[in-house]
């Protein structure tokens, strides 16, 4: 049982599933654009209020946090994201 779950097919699965999913997001970059254009045009003509500013600076904060998770995460878990990776192109290519 321990080898059915181990780094490297838990990781190519997700992989796999995570290259599916963003195949799928993508087919829906249409409709994503439109909808942030649109959102974009709106706050330029000042018909909402959307303080870009902190936006910005809260996407930051956690683009900051993440990688340094991250990168801790990749060093101390390489066969699990060399399968994920691999299992990403075979779920991008489906």
């Not at 080898?3 to 829906?28: D, N, Q, R, T």
């Not at 390489?78 to 290519?93: A, C, D, E, M, Q």
């Amino acid at each position: 049982m321990e080898e059915l779950l181990s780094p490297l097919v838990v990781g190519g699965l997700a992989g796999y599933f995570v290259g599916a999913l963003i195949k799928w997001f993508l087919h829906l970059a249409f409709i994503i654009g439109a909808f942030v254009f649109i959102l974009f045009q709106l706050t330029l003509t000042d018909v909402i209020n959307l303080n870009l500013d902190e936006l910005v600076a809260t996407i930051g904060r956690y683009t900051e946090v993440l990688t340094q998770l991250g990168f801790t995460a990749l060093a101390s878990n390489s066969p699990f994201v060399g399968s994920f990776i691999l299992g990403l192109i075979f779920g991008l290519r489906r």
